[in-house]
């Protein structure tokens, strides 16, 4: 299976911040990444698919980015809403494979 | 709008079976594939099985192939994972989410319902 790794585990921010999350493949992923977000007692939501596509719906200031092994997510000017959760997965092979999550928590 | 409702989360016995529900609305839902996944209490997620459109093909983790069942009811719009043999690292909150898996590879999981719990405890 490949194995995901996300950096940091956890971060604490303020509102109007600009924050990066990094995901690394254990091996070539090509552009099948993605990344969502969890919030207690919410359903998970996709943010960006295919590396760096914006889901429908979801606000520009998420962004995605990278290529085959290293990726990242920024959003431009935390918002409260933001404070929760992110997971990247690939889905390259099956089973598709989630990293462990950042904690994006307020400063 | 895309809907998904999972139930039928409960207290089971180690070894015991239960079957989780996943009611959905607001797209053709018989044209999608839809999966299960898994948070384990203070853990990541997990993707546990997914199943075709039509219900013919499916798809299981290493860690839960021959335990867990996938099926699917698209007159009824709606999906089921069949878990027996319960352990209690099974224990977590279940997800439907729509998206497909193959042999191969996957299709990202676009819409997800909010979860149900189901603790092991003897």
């Known amino acids: 299976d490949i194995q995901m790794t996300q950096s940091p585990s956890s971060l604490s921010a303020s509102v109007g911040d600009r924050v990066t999350i990094t995901c690394r493949a254990s091996q070539g992923i090509t552009s099948y990444l993605n990344w969502y977000r969890l919030k207690p007692g919410k359903a998970p939501k996709l943010l960006i698919y295919a590396v760096s596509s914006l889901q429908s719906g979801v606000p520009s200031r998420f962004s995605g980015s990278g290529s085959g092994t290293d990726f990242t997510l920024t959003i431009s000017s935390l918002q409260p809403e933001d404070f929760a959760t992110y997971y990247c997965q690939q889905t390259y092979s099956t089973p598709p494979t989630f990293g462990q999550g950042t904690k994006v928590e307020i400063k | 709008e895309v809907q998904l409702l999972e139930s039928g989360g409960a207290l089971v016995q180690p070894g015991g079976s239960l079957r989780l529900s996943c009611a959905a609305s607001?797209?053709?839902?018989?044209?999608?594939?839809m999966s299960w996944v898994r948070q384990a209490p203070g853990k990541g997620l997990e993707w546990v099985s997914a199943?075709?459109?039509?219900?013919?093909?499916?798809y299981y983790a290493d860690s839960v192939k021959g335990r867990f069942t996938i099926s699917r009811d698209n007159s009824k719009n709606t999906l089921y994972l069949q878990m027996s043999s319960l352990r209690a690292e099974d224990a977590a909150l279940y997800y439907c989410?729509?998206?497909?898996?193959?042999?191969?590879?996957?299709?990202?999981?676009?819409?997800w319902g909010q979860g149900t719990l189901f603790t092991v405890s003897s």
């Open positions: 607001g797209f053709t839902f018989s044209s999608y594939a």
């Open positions: 989410a729509r998206g497909s898996c193959s042999t191969t590879s996957c299709y990202r999981f676009d819409s």
């Open positions: 199943i075709s459109g039509s219900g013919d093909s499916a």
